[in-house]
């Protein structure tokens, strides 16, 4: 099966960060029958035979980036089945885009419930769209001098960390690797 990790604050090459072949290193040293990276912001597209082997991978493969990097960002898995439903759902739709900056998903532990999540950030430059088991997805409006930021909504809800990708970002990972086969 094909496993996406989101991880917080990475910039593949940039300093504190492993580049393309040492993240992806991290991963097939780990266990991973493959890993595929996709883009320079820290997502990776994985196999793993099962969701403990992902997960045992992933803490395997945190352990080796942190050792070698010191690189010890959180980090958020979810499935590519669970990553193309979302994206089949089509949840922007129906948005009017004037106004719109971007829209966004982001994501945090699926274990934890969102209590008191505001509908939109004060400055109303972040609006939720959506709220799933672990993701939010949100639209962003550039007001003033810069666009919101959903992470930091987010985060200030759950006093958790999350991270946040373009949601064009996920419509295009879900398109390559869905398509691409799975060397299992």
């Not at 989101?6 to 890993?35: D, H, I, S, Y």
Request: proline fraction near 5%; hydrophobic fraction near 40%.
């Amino acid at each position: 099966m094909k496993y996406v990790a989101f991880f917080r604050n990475v910039n593949l090459g940039q300093r504190g960060c492993p580049n393309k072949t040492g993240f992806e290193a991290a991963f097939t040293g780990c266990g991973a029958k493959w890993a595929q990276s996709f883009l320079t912001n820290g997502t990776l597209v994985f196999a793993a035979p099962s969701d403990a082997a992902a997960r045992r991978i992933l803490r395997a493969a945190r352990a080796n980036l942190a050792a070698n990097y010191e690189l010890e960002e959180p980090v958020f898995l979810r499935r590519l089945a669970q990553m193309s439903r979302l994206v089949a759902d089509d949840p922007f739709a129906m948005v009017d885009r004037r106004g719109v900056y971007r829209f966004c998903v982001s994501f945090f532990d699926s274990k934890v419930t969102p209590r008191g999540l505001p509908r939109s950030s004060n400055r109303g430059d972040v609006e939720v769209v959506r709220l799933t088991r672990g993701e939010l997805l949100s639209i962003v409006r550039k007001i003033a001098s810069g666009p919101g930021s959903p992470t930091l909504l987010l985060e200030q809800s759950l006093g958790r960390p999350a991270t946040t990708r373009v949601w064009n970002t996920l419509v295009r990972l879900v398109a390559k690797h869905r398509q691409a086969p799975c060397e299992d």
